[in-house]
């Protein structure tokens, strides 16, 4: 079969072009298909191809695409890409890249290039491994402009103990690698981060609670540099849940409580601070998917943290100032679509 196309570029007014698409018939499991496009460029008097390939093939849970693109623009571009996609229970894996040469100005380039291999023996645990290479480079200088590595290891167990259900621990290491001889930037390592949380606990008169424990070891490294930071976090807050203050319709009234502590550790020494907040939630359930909440509290808060020695080591500043605190959140949820718009202000008006 053949596929034709007729391409118009009308937001840059480049010119008027053509195409054909040609589809082999290489089997119900296979698809192979190679493009000529033409334009007729009035801005660069200049007559553009592009050539294409694309490779398709699937057997069982395995999937992959090879693609190939060769271009004259005035210029030579080209590109090969490839995305290689398993769909195993246990051993979910997905493989892509794309690498070649772009630009009037050649570049060499290798992004995307990411591996994402998981482990899920049950629907209670799971190991992830990520990793990612980003390069680009110019032909002309043989300046190395971007060059990047990442490397994610997660772990995520959830248990019981006694009638409480699903106790959860995440486990995280993060390593980043930015060597750029254009751009000198930091890079950060997270060895490791610990985050442990509870499920929503029925404490009788006072509703129900939930308390997260987070724990950060970060080593910042700039240049020859290095510096090490760590960050230990407790939170305890009440869940909307159980009987409420009022209710009517689809409108809920509740009381809001977080309770929130912070140790920091650097080499210019040790930081604590400290934020209570009381207040109302209400919700507005316009309909079972779409969903508006709005807090208004008062916070009480103490302490400093090392917003000057260790930027990136401090989270959520915002949260730990004196005065009044208003948030916003509309949300809908179904089977194929999530969306969350949320939103806050600071009454006090402080710039934290």
């Known amino acids: 079969r053949h596929q034709g196309k007729l391409l118009f570029d009308l937001i840059q007014a480049k010119g008027v072009g053509e195409g054909i698409k040609h589809f082999f018939p290489v089997g119900t499991d296979k698809n192979f298909a190679l493009s000529f496009y033409h334009l007729d460029n009035l801005r660069t008097n200049h007559q553009d191809c592009q050539f294409l390939t694309d490779w398709k093939q699937e057997t069982g849970p395995l999937s992959y695409t090879l693609g190939a693109n060769l271009n004259d623009l005035g210029y030579p571009e080209y590109r090969f890409k490839g995305n290689l996609n398993c769909k195993d229970q246990k051993w979910p894996t997905t493989f892509r890249f794309e690498a070649g040469q772009q630009g009037k100005n050649p570049e060499l380039y290798l992004y995307p290039c990411q591996l994402n291999m998981s482990w899920r023996p049950t629907s209670r645990n799971r190991l992830d491994y990520k990793t990612s290479i980003y390069y680009r480079e110019d032909l002309s200088s043989s300046l190395v402009i971007n060059k990047k590595y990442q490397h994610n290891l997660e772990y995520l167990q959830y248990w019981d103990l006694f009638s409480l259900k699903n106790f959860q621990i995440l486990f995280k290491i993060k390593q980043e690698f930015n060597y750029s001889e254009r751009y000198q930037t930091p890079y950060y390592h997270e060895l490791p981060s610990l985050s442990l949380k509870t499920p929503d606990i029925n404490l009788g008169f006072p509703g129900y609670y939930q308390g997260n424990l987070d724990y950060l070891r970060l080593i910042e490294v700039r240049g020859e540099q290095e510096k090490e930071g760590y960050r230990t976090e407790l939170l305890i807050q009440r869940r909307p849940l159980g009987k409420k203050l ?55 808060a103490e302490g400093t943290a090392p917003t000057v020695e260790f930027p990136r080591l401090v989270t959520n500043s915002y949260l730990f100032s004196t005065g009044g605190h208003m948030t916003s959140r509309l949300g809908y949820n179904s089977k194929i679509l999530t969306a969350n718009l949320a939103g806050g202000y600071n009454l006090s008006r402080k710039d934290n």
């Open 246 to 300: 009022w209710q009517a319709g689809g409108f809920a009234l509740d009381l809001a409580h977080t309770h929130r502590l912070q140790y920091y550790q650097v080499d210019a020494g040790t930081f604590r601070r400290e934020a209570i907040s009381f207040g109302l939630t209400g919700t507005e359930k316009f309909t079972p998917r779409l969903t508006w909440t709005n807090t208004l509290s008062w916070v009480e």
